[in-house]
Every structure is written in structure tokens, then in C-alpha cells.
């Protein structure tokens, strides 16, 4: 039970309370709503992977990536005309069939002054679900030939390695070639992020 002085206190309080300094507005009373912050944006289960053709020499980079099954597998293009195409892994430097993905050439002048430049659209590819590897290589010249090939899900198990690959490529003995040099298999788009990737 309340004695005396503590219901005194109490009023103390409560009329210090109602002591508010100039230009303090009272909160209006009533109704109290509480606004719970905005949800965090979800995590999305894809992933976008970026793989920039042409930075450090005659390269993907990176060249062996890992994905899950629905990621997109995004291409950049550095000077100076690089594609990336689908193979097969005992077959590089040619397509691997009618359904290889092929990104067609990306021309991309050097700037004069040595600044970093790429092109300003994108490749894109969803890897698929069959969780098998996909090999792929660019169909510039000589340049499958000189070891720009990459993997995305290399089966380590399997013995086909990235290594295996880049080795055959440098023996192939054909014609390299693309899938009729036109886009298939992805989408060829505007680049997302221009200044990124150097
Ligand atoms: C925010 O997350 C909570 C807890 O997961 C959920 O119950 C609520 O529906 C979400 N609100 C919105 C606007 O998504
Ligand atoms: C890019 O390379 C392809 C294949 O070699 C060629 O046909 C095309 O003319 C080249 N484009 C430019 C602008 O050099
Ligand atoms: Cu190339």
C-alpha cells in the first residue's frame, strides 16, 4: 500500500513530468503506433558470379568458378574482342553443340591515355541444373589455343580438371570457331556496372 510520502513522490513526478521545455511539443496521447523497421531485404538464393574475359593477358578470371545450380554467370569484356562459348571437355575451342551457349564477340577499343575500359554490355548465362560441368573458351584467333578457357563446377572426382583443358586447348589442331557467331544460349545486355572489374 502506498504510504504518504511515497504518493507524494509520486506527484513530484508526475508534475515534473508535465514541466516541458519551450518549443517541446506533447506527445499526443491516445493511440501509441509503433512502426517496426522495414524487413531486411532477403538474401537471394542466386548468386551472380562475374568473370571478366581478357584481364591478366589471354584470361578469364577467374577461370574456375563455382555455382549453384540457377546462379548467373556474368561476363565482362576488357579490349580487345573476346567471346566466351560453351565446349565440351574433350573438345575444346569448338562449340559443343547446337545448344552451346555463345556470347558473340565484344570489340572493346583500348583507350588512348592506357585507362581501364570494358564494354559496356554484359553475357549472361543461368547455370543449369543438371549440376554438370560447363566448359567454355573464348573463339578469338589464337586465343582458346593460348589458354583463355575456364570452367564453372569442374567435377573434381572425374579426373577433367581445368588444367586437362587448358592442356588440350593448346593442342587443338582445328578451326576455332563459335556457334554461327551469334548470341545463343544467354543474353547479351546492358553492362550493370561499367567501372567494376578492373
Ligand atoms: C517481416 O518479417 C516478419 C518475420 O519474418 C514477418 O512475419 C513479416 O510478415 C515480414 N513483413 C513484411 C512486410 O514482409
Ligand atoms: C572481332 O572478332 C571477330 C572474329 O574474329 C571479327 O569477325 C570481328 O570483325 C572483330 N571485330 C572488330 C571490331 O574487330
Ligand atoms: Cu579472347
Redesign the pocket.
Known sequence: MLNHHTLLAALAAAATLLILPTGTTAAPTGTTTTTPPPNLTAASPLTTHTVV??RGG?RFDPDNIVATPGSIIEFHFLPAN??VVEAAFDAPCVPKDAASFDSGFFPVPARADGGAVQSGEVFQFVVRDDGKPVWFY?A?GK?CKGG?VGVVNQDLGSGKLLGGFRELAGRFGGVVAGVQGRVVGGWRGENPNPLAGF
Do not use: E, Y
Open positions: 574475359a581478357g589471354l573476346h567471346s573464348c578469338q586465343h583463355m
